[in-house]
């Protein structure tokens, strides 16, 4: 079992930069591959990014591709998605997700993550 709490989230001007965290509960942490997805009002949950187990392995959305990053502290629990550049239609809840699966295989489909944080608002204005 796997508990996630996102933060970092807020109101941000186009152009600016947010670090998103997510921090996990359980000692089993560095044997999940992590993701980040963000649901807009109206939209379905979309992928955004996602991280090995080890953090060796990142795989990104085209649409974040060069302004967002992820990476992972296993000592700490916690992965971050660092996003700079940000544009109005980057505005979304922002969840972070775990993945059981043993081997990396870069899911970018929610249905494949077993355990999800409650989300953190980012707003974006223009």
């Known amino acids: 079992q796997v508990q996630l709490v996102e933060s970092g989230g807020g109101l941000v001007q186009a152009g600016g930069s947010l670090r998103l965290s997510c921090a996990a509960s359980?000692?089993?942490?560095?044997?999940?591959?992590m993701g980040w997805f963000r649901q807009a009002p109206g939209n379905e949950r979309e992928f955004v990014a996602a991280?090995?187990?080890?953090?060796?392995?990142?795989y990104y959305a085209d649409s974040v591709k060069g302004r967002f990053t992820i990476s992972r502290d296993n000592a700490k629990n916690t992965v971050y998605l660092q996003m700079s550049s940000l544009k109005p239609e980057d505005t979304a809840v922002y969840y972070c997700?775990?993945?059981?699966?043993?081997?990396?295989?870069?899911?970018?489909?929610?249905?494949?993550?077993?355990?999800w944080g409650q989300g953190t608002q980012v707003t974006v204005s223009s």
């Open positions: 997700a775990a993945d059981g699966t043993a081997r990396w295989r870069a899911a970018v489909q929610s249905v494949a993550y077993d355990y």
């Open positions: 359980g000692r089993t942490f560095s044997s999940y591959a």
């Open positions: 991280i090995s187990a080890s953090g060796g392995s990142r």
